[in-house]
Nanobody
């Protein structure tokens, strides 16, 4: 079973930066997508950014130009660098690992979440 452990959340003033990390333990398939999702208070969970095992990235419109997703393949770790944070970025951020074979997902795991609060 894969375990995902997030770290790096916290309280930051508007305009500040945070770097989230997510380390995956256990055996992971070579074809996978790692992503960051967030769930603001009272709202549904939404995709923030994702990165494939081939290092292709995708971003939500709200994250473009401010957030950068990256991964260290050998460490099975994904990062989310968040700059120019806004109060509306306040949410619980979740790491996700989607393992695929032949274009189909065969396993999908979530981390426990880390709180990000942007406030003065």
């Amino acid at each position: 079973q894969v375990q995902l452990v997030e770290s790096g959340g916290g309280l930051v003033p508007p305009g500040g930066s945070l770097r989230l990390s997510c380390a995956a333990s256990g055996w992971i398939g070579g074809d996978n997508i790692m992503g960051w999702y967030r769930q603001p208070p009272g709202k549904q969970r939404e995709l923030v950014a994702s990165i494939t095992s081939g290092l292709s990235t995708a971003y939500a419109d709200s994250a473009k130009g401010r957030f950068t997703i990256s991964r260290h393949t050998a460490k099975n770790t994904v990062y989310l660098q968040m700059n120019s944070l806004k109060p509306e970025d306040t949410a619980v951020y979740y790491c996700n690992l989607d393992e695929r074979f032949g274009g189909y997902s065969y396993r999908n795991d979530w981390g426990q979440g880390t709180q990000v609060t942007v406030s003065s």
